[in-house]
């Protein structure tokens, strides 16, 4: 007998392997994800101006990445001792002016450089709903505890959803045309805007992604009939994806035991599930097989001995250090501390 709701992870033409080249950018959900990247030592650079919810500051950060438009000290502001920006997490706030611009310029020159080696961009939305800052009419990425009063709150439509995500790929995909795309909508619910109004934006989010594959699907046609190609871009079939982890979270693992304590984030044993998902569908078994070399090396790495003098411990180190230097022989990049 069946007792739950098994969605199908099927294989998917946009593989990912230690050649790879990885971006991932959005919620908390893609740290969540981007951990386990780092974990195995894919080359992954994950969320490198802090977690962005939306997708209209998403699509800004690109167009700046993209075009290499640097930040100005008009982009900046002092607020409860440290200069932050609307564009980025507060986690990249700075208590020194100069520092904190140097830094977030840094950070364009690095980004743009990775997506011209690029070969994967994983998005991972969060929400719908934005704030916009009374003073300027733009739309903030983090409010920076700004008081409440100096921003209004609306709901990004399926179309402005839409916009944003058609013009990231248009973006990246201008310096480095090879780039794929995975879509996944975080299952992470923002209660604090409310239960139905939560809904409302998250079904804008997958409304802007459906749209998005269809429009893959009838460029792909076109393309098979001799005509346009997907947006001008030269996609192929494979270019832009959909990973389910929504509906993993919400539909078969629909249990107060795969959440934290806050009853809203996934646990540990969640986000282990949807990894193991996640390899199935993008993952060759070549790229499994090193994924448990390299699993085998962490946890040895991890191991803390009691008696670290004793012949037995050397040896393990040894043997070890052999492991390591077999597997970077492969893959040079690789980097174990």
């Not at 739950?4 to 908390?28: A, F, M, N, W």
């Not at 080359?43 to 990445?65: C, D, M, T």
């Not at 009374?134 to 402005?160: G, M």
Request: a negative charge; one cysteine or more; hydrophobic letters at 40%.
């Amino acid at each position: 007998m069946q007792f739950r709701t098994e969605i199908p992870v099927l294989q998917s033409e946009c593989k990912i392997d230690y050649h790879s080249g990885l971006l991932l950018l959005g919620s908390c959900f893609a740290e969540n994800i981007g951990s386990k990247f780092e974990y195995y030592k894919f080359q992954a650079h994950v969320n490198p101006f802090g977690i962005i919810f939306n997708a209209v500051s998403l699509e800004k950060l690109v167009k700046r990445v993209v075009e290499k438009d640097y930040f100005a000290e008009k982009d900046i502001f002092f607020h409860n001792d440290l200069w932050h920006c609307y564009e980025v997490h507060s986690e990249l706030s700075n208590p020194n002016k100069e520092e904190f611009l140097k830094e977030l310029n840094q950070l364009i020159d690095s980004v743009n450089q990775q997506i011209h080696k690029l070969t994967h961009c994983l998005i991972t939305l969060g929400t719908s709903w934005v704030y916009r800052l009374r003073e300027t009419e733009q739309i903030v990425a983090n409010c920076h505890k700004v008081p409440q009063k100096e921003f209004t709150k609306e709901l990004l439509s399926v179309e402005e959803n839409e916009l944003s995500l058609q013009t990231i790929v248009s973006l990246i995909q201008s310096i480095n045309s090879d780039v794929k795309f995975i879509f996944t909508v975080s299952p992470v619910r923002h209660i604090k805007d409310g239960f139905f109004e939560n809904n409302v934006s998250k079904g804008n989010l997958f409304s802007a992604i459906n749209i998005l594959l269809s429009s893959r699907s009838k460029s792909r046609d076109k393309i098979q009939n001799k005509a346009l190609k997907v947006f001008d871009s030269g996609r192929t079939e494979s270019s832009i994806n959909y990973f389910p982890s929504y509906e993993m979270v919400m539909d078969e693992l629909r249990d107060y035991r795969f959440f934290e304590a806050d009853m809203l984030h996934p646990n540990r044993v969640a986000i282990d599930y949807i990894w193991e998902k996640f390899s199935q569908s993008f993952f060759t078994a070549e790229t499994a097989s090193v994924m448990k070399s390299v699993e085998a090396i962490q946890k040895g790495l991890a191991h803390k001995p009691f008696n670290p003098d004793t012949e037995q411990h050397i040896l393990f180190l040894n043997k070890l250090e052999g492991k390591i230097q077999m597997l970077q022989s492969q893959f040079p990049f690789l980097k174990f501390s």
